[in-house]
């Protein structure tokens, strides 16, 4: 157990690694419907703001999702992330997320030697980590970095974490996610989350991350917090774009991290040139009061995001609605 | 020096005050031009939801403002209060905010007998806290509890601080404030301020308040760090009203506080009826790049308010002027 914090406020740490998530997790907000100019200049402005990894999208079952429901991003063929990164002849390594249950990745993932993917990040919930032990198997035989993503932790306990964790740790995983799905977790709880999860990294030899949700205007703080307890891989999106109240802000983070490498210009002009109008044409994420309410009663956000797809204003008598549901 | 958090994550501490700020900073947005149903409501909402204390504005000179520059709550005129309040017949007590060298206090400040105003906080920069201590010596001869609010904090130095403390320890002051004004500090340094302004409050016997901006959106992060470290004065708003990119918002810190004594129901209330409309309106404040880019920069928010009012999206140019300036 990690007992002070790792790093200081003005140094930095040579293990953290940014990991934008903007298409992947932005793509849940507009089906994955990019236009391939916005993926290449995001693409080529991560390169030069120095994030470490970028992750294109879901390797989603075409069995399961229909393709025509959806952009390219849903799928991550290897035909379509070419198409923007070529070989990718960059420092920056190419990420896709593979859900459990939800990927055909005996069929979808081939050989990283013909593939421009780096690293598979599974998706899992608590009970399905033998499923998702299987798929990392798979994908570290196949020759990829891969990481294990434990969603909406805030919902599990102690023990069941502990026993994942031990599982994970015995996999070839390379990373363990820490995934705050609800944006239900505080600093304080998100320490001692970190804290657990170092012990674990420690004894099996993994990195640990962390993907946030701004439900209650903490992803960013989560984040930091994370970070300073020993946490490297840390997960951002463009102007916090993202599923509902969405996630920690590139900006945010690449002003605050003091590693030279890293620099704020090249986001601000994603900033301007490509969310301003994605906004203006109307794509809605980002803190709101239906999401802090779920958030602060660590539920799914889905009855949030219907709240403000259809723009309820109604607070009290959805605050009311989710405590009954309860 | 407080070594440990105090309380935890779920039980309380009864020496916890919510202070509601939103007319006195929200002022700032509208130039306190609320209406009187706006502020009757509110008022009524904050008893409801078991809010400490109301802030509702300035004790401002009207030698130096200009009367009809401004709403009443620029002045706060007694029989202005009591057109709202009457005599106050509730819990909750009424305070107001005196700014060092732009309040007439011998005059505008009478006795507390004839007032319906509890607390007068005084604000101060850390260079004119001789000043800041003369006004808290009148108000509490007047019979009045006070508080000196030392702003900017972020870009003074810990000796400096260290003094400012010292003074103000032995004046008559009841609370000392932690003021981020330029939304720049991080959790992690929040948590050692506090602990510094504790140590004082300790010797001094005063309690600790925090006053948070979400220009990086951290407020409510830093709000809840400072009160795990003791800090017991916790200043919101509703929505996060307030200048440039606002405060801790009431709506989080009312679903975070455990004691069963606050209610977040009349909030929401207040949200859908007073602020959505407000919003309408075009009133405009919360987080945004460009406070961002001041806050990450620990500057004045005065260019970033300037630059949100033109609606500007260039954030490259804007942050590359910035750093020039600085």
Same mark, same amino acid.
């Given at each position: 157990?990690?007992?002070?914090?790792?790093?200081?406020?003005?140094?930095?740490?040579?293990?953290?690694?940014?990991?934008?998530?903007?298409?992947?997790?932005?793509?849940?907000?507009?089906?994955?419907?990019?236009?391939?100019?916005?993926?290449?200049?995001?693409?080529?402005?991560?390169?030069?703001?120095?994030?470490?990894?970028?992750?294109?999208?879901?390797k989603?079952?075409?069995?399961?999702?229909?393709?025509?429901?959806?952009?390219?991003?849903?799928?991550?063929?290897?035909?379509?992330?070419?198409? $923007?990164?070529? %070989? =990718? /002849? #960059? *420092?920056?390594?190419?990420a896709v997320m593979a859900?459990v249950?939800?990927t055909?990745f005996r069929?979808d993932i081939i050989d990283k030697?013909?593939s421009?993917i780096d690293l598979v990040r599974v998706?899992?919930?608590?009970?399905?980590?033998?499923?998702a032990v299987e798929m990392v198997e798979y994908c570290h035989d196949k020759g990829y970095e891969t990481t294990i993503?434990?969603?909406? $932790?805030?919902? %599990? =306990? /102690? #023990? *069941?974490?502990?026993?994942?964790?031990?599982?994970?740790?015995?996999s070839p995983a390379n990373g363990?996610?820490?995934?705050?799905?609800?944006?239900?977790?505080?600093?304080?709880?998100?320490?001692?989350?970190?804290?657990?999860?170092?012990?674990?990294?420690?004894?099996?030899?993994?990195?640990?991350?962390?993907?946030?949700?701004?439900?209650?205007?903490?992803?960013?703080?989560?984040?930091?917090?994370?970070? #300073?307890?020993?946490?490297?891989?840390?997960?951002?999106?463009?102007?916090?774009?993202?599923?509902?109240?969405?996630?920690?802000?590139?900006?945010?983070?690449?002003?605050?991290?003091?590693?030279?490498?890293?620099?704020?210009?090249?986001?601000?002009?994603?900033?301007?040139?490509?969310?301003?109008?994605?906004?203006?044409?109307?794509?809605?994420?980002?803190?709101?009061?239906?999401?802090?309410?779920?958030?602060?009663?660590?539920?799914?956000?889905?009855?949030?995001?219907?709240?403000?797809?259809?723009?309820?204003?109604?607070?009290?008598?959805?605050?009311?609605?989710?405590?009954?549901?309860?």
């Amino acid at each position: 157990m990690t007992a002070k914090s790792k790093g200081t406020i003005l140094s930095y740490r040579r293990d953290v690694r940014v990991v934008d998530a903007t298409v992947r997790d932005g793509g849940l907000v507009n089906d994955f419907r990019f236009t391939d100019e916005f993926i290449k200049n995001l693409y080529r402005a991560n390169i030069k703001a120095g994030v470490d990894y970028m992750e294109f999208g879901y390797k989603a079952s075409r069995d399961i999702f229909p393709e025509e429901d959806f952009g390219p991003w849903k799928f991550c063929k290897e035909e379509d992330l070419r198409r $923007i990164v070529g %070989d =990718n /002849d #960059s *420092d920056m390594k190419i990420a896709v997320m593979a859900d459990v249950g939800r990927t055909d990745f005996r069929h979808d993932i081939i050989d990283k030697n013909d593939s421009v993917i780096d690293l598979v990040r599974v998706a899992t919930y608590i009970n399905t980590i033998p499923a998702a032990v299987e798929m990392v198997e798979y994908c570290h035989d196949k020759g990829y970095e891969t990481t294990i993503n434990i969603m909406a $932790i805030s919902s %599990d =306990n /102690d #023990s *069941d974490i502990d026993e994942a964790l031990h599982l994970i740790g015995q996999s070839p995983a390379n990373g363990i996610y820490i995934v705050d799905s609800y944006g239900a977790i505080y600093p304080e709880q998100m320490r001692k989350l970190a804290d657990k999860y170092l012990s674990a990294a420690e004894k099996y030899n993994k990195y640990i991350g962390i993907h946030a949700h701004n439900n209650q205007q903490l992803a960013f703080a989560n984040t930091i917090e994370a970070l #300073s307890r020993g946490v490297s891989y840390l997960d951002v999106t463009v102007s916090g774009m993202g599923r509902g109240a969405g996630n920690c802000a590139s900006e945010l983070m690449l002003g605050f991290l003091k590693n030279p490498k890293y620099n704020i210009l090249p986001i601000l002009d994603i900033l301007e040139h490509e969310i301003v109008p994605l906004k203006e044409q109307g794509v809605i994420w980002g803190y709101d009061i239906p999401y802090l309410l779920t958030g602060q009663l660590n539920q799914h956000p889905r009855t949030a995001i219907a709240a403000t797809k259809e723009h309820r204003t109604d607070y009290r008598k959805f605050y009311v609605d989710l405590v009954d549901y309860k």
